[in-house]
T-cell receptor, first 110, second 114 residues
Framework: GEDVEQSLFLSVREGDSSVINCTYTDSSSTYLYWYKQEPGAGLQLLTYIFSNMDMKQDQRLTVLLNKKDKHLSLRIADTQTGDSAIYFCAEDKGYSTLTFGKGTMLLVSP | GAGVSQSPSNKVTEKGKDVELRCDPISGHTALYWYRQRLGQGLEFLIYFQGNSAPDKSGLPSDRFSAERTGESVSTLTIQRTQQEDSAVYLC????????????FGPGTRLTVL
């Protein structure tokens, strides 16, 4: 497809794991990113993965990459109410600009 | 400051007026980007500056949109004869300029065209 695709909404209970999925467009993208946007704030880079990796773990965050299917996921373990935000998947097609998905709103309830 | 700053944070204007949005990147960052985020949409790339190279304007949606950058510092995004569909949050980001480097985003300017 032409667009980076993400589900629009995910709701979880505090303490559960959250998994946010993304399908990107270009199999030659070198870097894939997850950004977090809290209300009224700019985007913050959460983590990124280089295309020759299958998995990257960073504290509560686990990124899985399936290059064959152009599928990227972000798992947040032990989700907290402070994790409530919009999460954007982005790919770097090598032109130094990023192509973003529309974002997944994560709502964490107590 | 330590981060990317943008001004104003909010701008309300009437259809047909021109607006200017400002971005102050992180000092030393040679690359600067403008994106647009419409309500419920993902980010759209608008324009990219890298050092003294000619900017990549491929994302500008019409000739009403233009941007300038003074050296490796401040950038202004100008929208002439604003239309209601220009209403969005305009985000600026900067990076050290190499492919794959983290882009640091400002808080954005929310533009509302009445």
């Amino acid at each position: 497809g032409e667009d980076v695709e993400q589900s629009l909404f995910l709701s979880v209970r505090e303490g559960d794991s959250s998994v946010i999925n993304c399908t990107y467009t270009d199999s030659s993208s070198t870097y894939l990113y997850w950004y977090k946007q809290e209300p009224g704030a700019g985007l913050q880079l959460l983590t990124y993965i280089f295309s020759n990796m299958d998995m990257k773990q960073d504290q509560r965050l686990t990124v899985l990459l399936n290059k064959k299917d152009k599928h990227l996921s972000l798992r947040i373990a032990d989700t907290q109410t402070g994790d409530s935000a919009i999460y954007f998947c982005a790919e770097d097609k090598g032109y130094s600009t990023l192509t973003f998905g529309k974002g997944t709103m994560l709502l964490v309830s107590p | 400051g330590a981060g990317v700053s943008q001004s104003p944070s909010n701008k309300v204007t009437e259809k047909g007026k021109d607006v200017e949005l400002r971005c102050d990147p992180i000092s030393g960052h040679t690359a600067l980007y403008w994106y647009r985020q419409r309500l419920g949409q993902g980010l759209e790339f608008l324009i990219y500056f890298q050092g003294n190279s000619a900017p990549d304007k491929s994302g500008l949606p019409s000739d009403r949109f233009s941007a300038e950058r003074t050296g490796e510092s401040v950038s202004t995004l100008t929208i002439q004869r604003t239309q209601q569909e220009d209403s969005a949050v305009y985000l600026c980001a900067s990076s050290v300029g190499l492919a794959g480097n983290e882009q640091f985003f400002g808080p954005g300017t929310r533009l509302t065209v009445l």
